[in-house]
């Protein structure tokens, strides 16, 4: 199946880092050759990158993974692909617009019948499960309400959708609105969270160290979301499943 990885942070931060270990996973160290996506939110605005390509061997991902894009939310997709075929239409993550916000979301697992639930206001352009369930998923919250709720009511509901969908097989779910990082595990999510006293971490798939006590400030907030650890020292927890786990500015959040 496909990797995701997600970032939550208090300041706009980098996650070149991250991104190094899981695009290796993209046909090096890794099964997911059949292309790859990266949203960067700035503010409302959003800024994307897609290629149809291994990310492993993809020069956009290799100038992303040296240059520095700094963002409060970042959600980043390697695609093995299931449903769909191989083409720059079906790479993940997937954008759409809601309530005046920049939506973002990607997926790993295969569903069945989910093609069979009646679409509203969105349709997918591919031909993926995981697009067709993103624009079900935002129907239903469209059609509930006209405007934003409150955050324990949109929460409430993106988990009890998240639910529906999981009914039709596996669904490990990212996704954001600008302002908060949705993450919902049927299998496979796991979290960490780095704050002062910074240390320094390697990754699993690449001969790469970084110390952050160099790179960060003592009041910095960074939470990186993945399918598998990136890391092999330091400490990842598992997200509960079937449950709706929600952060925003790199600290675990419930509803209100």
């Not at 939550?8 to 292309?35: E, M, N, W, Y």
């Not at 993809?58 to 083409?87: M, Q, T, Y």
Request: with cysteine; proline share 5%.
């Amino acid at each position: 199946m496909c990797e995701l990885l997600g970032m939550s942070a208090s300041v706009p931060t980098d996650i070149c880092f991250s991104f190094a270990g899981l695009s290796q996973r993209g046909g090096q160290t890794g099964p997911h050759k059949d292309g790859w996506g990266i949203a960067f939110y700035d503010g409302k605005g959003c800024r994307t990158f897609h290629d149809p390509a291994a990310s492993a061997g993809s020069p956009i991902a290799d100038f992303l993974r040296s240059h520095s894009i700094k963002s409060e939310i970042v959600i980043s997709h390697i695609r093995k692909a299931n449903r769909g075929r191989v083409a720059l239409e079906n790479t993940h993550p997937f954008l759409r617009e809601m309530w005046g916000q920049n939506w973002v979301f990607a997926h790993n697992g295969q569903l069945r019948g989910i093609k069979k639930l009646p679409l509203g206001a969105y349709l997918p352009i591919g031909g993926t499960d995981s697009e067709y369930a993103f624009c079900w998923l935002l129907g239903k919250l469209r059609e509930r309400w006209a405007r934003p709720p409150s955050d324990r009511m949109l929460h409430a509901m993106i988990e009890k959708l998240a639910l529906q969908i999981s009914t039709h097989g596996v669904f490990n779910m990212l996704m954001s609105n600008s302002q908060s990082l949705y993450c919902f595990r049927a299998t496979n999510l796991v979290w960490l969270t780095r704050r002062t006293p910074f240390g320094a971490a390697t990754l699993v798939d690449e001969d790469l160290t970084v110390d952050f006590t160099k790179q960060t400030s003592p009041t910095d907030i960074v939470t990186i979301i993945a399918t598998r650890p990136l890391t092999s020292d330091e400490s990842w927890s598992t997200t509960p499943k079937s449950t709706l786990v929600v952060f925003r500015d790199g600290e675990l959040r419930t509803a209100a």
